[in-house]
C-alpha cells in the first residue's frame, strides 16, 4: 500500500468511526466503545508508519480536483513533510489515549455514544487540517473542529456553565474565523491557489501583493483558534465541558491547530515584520498575562488551561522569530505532558470527589491514593516547569534559543525587536510556569488534614493511559537532534546562555513557590478555629474584608467547583472537606494582583462592556425600529383598505329601496352638477 493510501486512511478511520457510533450507539451499545477506540488507534499506527515512510525527506505531494471552480481550483490534496508527518503521529497517540481513557471515565454517562462519536469527528478533523495540501480542504476541517468542540464543550448542557461555555468557545473562535476567510481568499487571489506548495512559491518569488494585510488577517483567525491574545477568554471556561475533552482540545486538537497553520505558511508571515512585530507582542501578552492568570486559580482544570494558553504563546514566539522547528517541537513535547497533565487531573478528580485546589490542599495523603496520577503528573509537571532533562525543557530551550538568535540580529527575517519581545517574556514566563507548577503539585499532593477518601485503584483504561503518556514527557527531549531533520534542519539544542536564563528562571519560581508555601501553611495551622471560615468562604480566607467582599463571580464560580456537573458524576462521592484556610502560596506570590488574575483581568467584563452591550443595544434599537417603525407603515399599508371596505360594508344592507334612493340621488346630484358646470362654461 501505498504511502499516499496510508495517509488517505488516517483522516478517514475515525470519520467512518464516528458515523458507525452515531448510526449504532442507541441500536448496539455494545459497539460503542471498540468504534470509539479502534478506529483511532488504527489511525495512530498508520500515522507512525506514513511518518517513517516520509521519513523527514522531501513532501509528498499528491492532488485530484474535485470540481472545476474557476480561475482559483480548489483540490483535494496531501502535502505530507516532517511536519505533517509528526503532528499526525502526536494527534493519533492522544485520541488513541482519550478515547481508551473516556470509557471508564464516563462508563455511567448515558450519552456517552454521541460524545465518543464526536472526538472521533475531532480527530478525524484534526487530521484533515494535519494533511490537507489545500487551504479550503484545510478550511473545512478547521470549522468542523469548531463545531465539535461546541459539542463537546456543552456536553453538560444541563448547566448553565456548559452552555455559556459552548456557546462563547464557538462565537469567540468564529469572530476570528471571519478575517481568516477574508484572508484565505485574499492570499489565494494574490497566488491564484489555494494549494499550499503553489503559494509557497508565489510568496519565494515575492508574488504577494499584500503581503501584512494578508498576514494579519490570518493571524486573527489563528488567535481565535489557538486562544491566544486578545481572543483567549473562551479556553478557561471551556473547562465546564469533560475533562478527556480538554485533554484532546488542549495537547492535539483545535489551538494547536493554529499554531502548526502559521508553520505550515510561515514564509507568507515573514514577507511582512510588521506581521512578526504583531505576533510576537501578542505572544508576549499572552505569555505573561497566562502565567499570572493561572497563578491565581482554584479549579486544578482552569490552571491548565491558562498553562496551555501560556505554552501556546511560547509557541507562537517562536514563530514570531522565524523558527518553526521549535515551534513544532515544542508543540510536539507539549502536546504529550499537557494530555498527561489533564488525563492526571481527572483521576485526581475521580478520587477526591473535587476539583478545588483549596479542597485538596485540606486532604491528606492524596497521592498515597492515586500514586500513578502522582508520578506521572510529577513526571508532567517537571516537564512543564522546564526542568532538565525532561521534554519540555529542551523544548522550551529551543524557543528561546531562536528568540535569542532573533534578538542578536542573525536572523534573516525576523526583526531583532521581536526576538527581544520573545526572549524577555519568554524568561519571564518560565518563572511564572514554574511558580504555578509547583503550587498545584504543592496543594494538590502535599495537602494537610484529614485522610483522602480511599475508593480502592482507580481503573486500568485511565493509569495505563498515564505511563504511555509519561514516556514522551521524559524522552522526547532527547529526540532533539535527530527531530531537527524532520524540520528545517535548524538546530534544536540548547545553549548555554538560554539554558542558565530558562532553568535559573523555573528554579527561582519553584523555590520562591516553595518557601511561601511553607509559611502559608504554618499560618494556617496556628490560625485560631474560631477565625477558620466555612468552606463556602474558604477561597477568601487569607484575603482582607475589603477584598473578600469584591471577590468576581468567576473566582466564586472556581471556588464552589466541587458542585460541577462533571464531579458529580465521575466521582465517587463528596467528601466532607473541613473549615480552614487554604494555604495557597499565589495570594502572597500576586499580592493585590490576585483578584484580578483569578477573574482573567476583567478582560470578559471588558469585552462585555465595549462589544457585547453595544451590539445588544444596537439590536434592541433594530427591534424597536422593526416593531415600532416598519410594522405601523405595513400594518397601516393593511389598515386603509380595511378601513375603506368597512364603509363600504356599510352601505350594503340589502333593502332595494335603499339602493333605489341612493340611485335617485345620485342622479340628481349628477344633474345638478351638469347643469352647474353648463352655466359656467357659457357664462364664460
Given at each position: ?33 471498540p ?65 481508551l ?19 472521533s ?21 478547521w470549522?468542523?473542529?469548531g ?44 497566488a ?8 509557497l ?18 493571524l ?55 506581521a ?10 499572552t ?27 511560547y ?10 522547528g ?13 494530555a498527561?497533565?489533564f ?12 476539583n ?9 495523603g ?22 532538565p ?15 535569542e ?11 531583532g525587536?521581536?526576538?527581544w ?11 511564572l510556569?514554574?511558580?504555578y ?16 477518601p ?25 529526540a ?13 539544542t540548547?545553549?548555554?546562555v538560554?539554558?542558565v536564563?530558562?532553568?535559573g ?21 496556628t ?17 482582607p ?9 468567576a ?40 483578584r484580578?488574575a483569578?477573574?482573567g ?9 465595549l462589544?457585547?452591550?453595544p451590539?445588544?443595544?444596537a ?16 400594518s ?20 332595494v ?28
Amino acid at each position: 500500500m501505498s504511502t499516499t493510501t496510508l495517509a488517505v486512511l488516517v483522516p478517514l478511520l475515525p470519520f467512518l468511526g464516528a458515523v458507525a457510533g452515531l448510526l449504532l450507539g442507541r441500536r448496539a451499545p455494545g459497539f460503542v466503545r471498540p468504534l470509539a477506540v479502534l478506529p483511532a488507534l488504527a489511525s495512530a499506527v498508520l500515522a507512525v508508519l506514513v511518518a517513517v515512510r516520509q521519513g523527514g525527506a522531501a513532501p509528498i505531494v499528491a492532488s485530484t480536483e474535485l470540481t472545476p471552480t474557476g480561475s482559483v481550483p480548489i483540490e483535494l490534496s496531501l502535502y505530507l513533510d516532517g511536519f505533517a508527518a509528526l503532528v499526525a503521529v502526536l494527534v493519533g497517540v492522544v485520541a488513541t489515549c482519550v478515547q481508551l481513557y473516556s470509557t471508564a471515565y464516563l462508563r455511567e454517562d448515558p450519552r456517552y455514544p454521541s460524545y465518543a462519536a464526536l472526538v472521533s469527528l475531532f480527530t478525524s478533523a484534526m487530521l484533515l487540517v494535519v494533511y490537507s495540501g489545500d487551504l479550503m480542504v484545510l478550511l473545512v476541517g478547521w470549522e468542523v473542529m469548531g463545531i465539535c468542540s461546541y459539542f463537546l464543550v456543552g456536553h453538560y448542557w444541563e448547566t448553565e456553565a456548559a452552555r455559556s461555555a459552548s456557546l462563547k468557545a464557538f462565537l469567540v473562535t468564529k469572530l476570528g474565523d471571519v478575517p481568516f476567510l477574508i484572508g484565505l481568499f485574499a492570499l489565494a487571489t494574490d497566488a491564484d491557489s489555494f494549494e499550499i506548495p503553489k503559494i509557497l512559491g508565489t510568496v519565494a518569488a515575492g508574488g504577494l501583493d499584500h503581503p501584512t494585510l494578508i498576514a494579519l488577517l490570518l493571524l486573527a483567525g489563528v488567535a481565535g483558534k489557538s486562544a491566544q491574545f486578545p481572543l483567549h477568554t473562551w479556553l478557561p471556561d471551556a473547562m465546564a465541558g469533560p475533562t478527556p475533552v480538554s485533554a484532546l482540545i488542549h495537547a492535539a486538537t483545535m489551538v494547536a491547530a493554529g499554531v502548526y497553520f502559521v508553520a505550515r505558511l510561515l514564509p507568507v508571515f515573514e514577507a511582512s515584520q510588521a506581521a512578526l512585530v504583531v505576533m510576537a507582542v501578542m505572544a508576549a501578552v499572552t505569555m505573561v498575562g497566562s502565567g499570572l492568570a493561572a497563578l491565581a486559580q482554584d479549579d486544578i482544570k482552569r490552571v491548565l488551561a491558562y498553562s496551555t494558553i501560556g505554552q501556546l504563546g511560547y509557541m507562537t514566539g517562536a514563530l514570531a522569530v522565524g523558527d518553526r522547528g521549535a515551534a513544532v517541537f515544542h508543540l510536539l513535547s507539549h502536546g504529550a505532558f499537557k494530555a498527561l497533565l489533564f488525563l492526571g487531573a481527572g483521576v485526581i478528580i475521580h478520587a477526591a470527589g473535587t476539583n478545588s485546589l483549596a479542597a485538596m490542599s485540606r486532604m491528606d495523603g492524596l497521592a498515597k491514593r492515586i500514586p500513578d496520577a502522582f508520578w506521572t503528573m510529577t513526571i508532567a509537571l517537571l516537564a512543564l516547569a522546564a526542568i532538565p532533562p525532561f521534554a519540555g525543557f529542551f523544548s522550551k530551550e529551543a524557543v528561546l534559543v531562536a528568540a535569542e538568535h532573533a534578538a542578536g540580529g542573525h536572523s534573516e527575517f525576523a526583526p531583532g525587536a521581536a526576538g527581544w519581545i520573545v526572549l524577555v517574556s519568554g524568561v519571564l514566563t518560565a518563572l511564572l510556569t514554574a511558580a504555578y507548577a509547583t503550587r498545584l503539585w504543592l496543594m494538590a499532593f502535599r495537602g494537610r488534614g484529614p485522610a483522602a477518601p480511599d475508593h480502592g485503584k482507580e481503573p486500568v483504561a485511565m493509569t495505563g493511559v498515564l505511563w504511555v503518556l509519561a514516556i514522551p514527557s521524559i524522552g522526547l527531549g532527547l529526540a532533539a537532534g535527530p527531530i531537527a531533520d524532520w524540520f528545517d534542519g535548524n538546530g534544536l539544542t540548547p545553549t548555554p546562555v538560554t539554558s542558565v536564563l530558562g532553568t535559573g528562571a523555573a528554579a527561582v519560581g519553584a523555590v520562591l513557590t516553595y518557601a511561601l508555601w511553607q509559611r502559608a501553611v504554618a499560618k494556617a495551622a496556628t490560625a485560631p478555629a474560631a477565625a477558620r471560615p466555612t468552606p463556602a468562604t474558604a477561597g477568601a480566607a487569607e484575603q482582607p474584608a475589603a477584598v473578600a467582599a469584591g471577590v468576581s463571580a468567576a473566582t466564586a464560580a472556581a471556588e464552589s467547583a466541587a458542585e460541577a456537573p462533571e464531579v458529580a458524576e465521575v466521582t465517587h462521592e463528596h467528601p466532607a472537606v473541613p473549615a480552614g484556610p487554604a494555604a495557597d502560596p499565589g495570594r502572597a506570590l500576586l499580592g493585590p494582583l490576585h483578584r484580578h488574575a483569578a477573574d482573567g483581568f476583567h478582560l470578559d467584563a471588558l469585552y462585555d462592556r465595549l462589544f457585547v452591550r453595544p451590539v445588544r443595544a444596537a439590536a434592541s434599537l433594530v427591534r424597536f425600529l422593526d416593531r415600532e417603525v416598519v410594522d405601523t407603515y405595513v400594518s397601516g399599508a393593511g389598515a386603509g383598505p380595511r378601513l375603506l371596505g368597512s364603509l363600504v360594508r356599510r352601505a350594503q344592507t340589502g333593502n332595494v329601496q335603499s339602493y333605489l334612493s341612493a340611485l335617485l340621488a345620485g342622479a340628481v346630484v349628477l344633474a345638478i352638477a351638469t347643469a352647474v358646470l353648463a352655466n359656467v362654461n357659457a357664462g364664460s
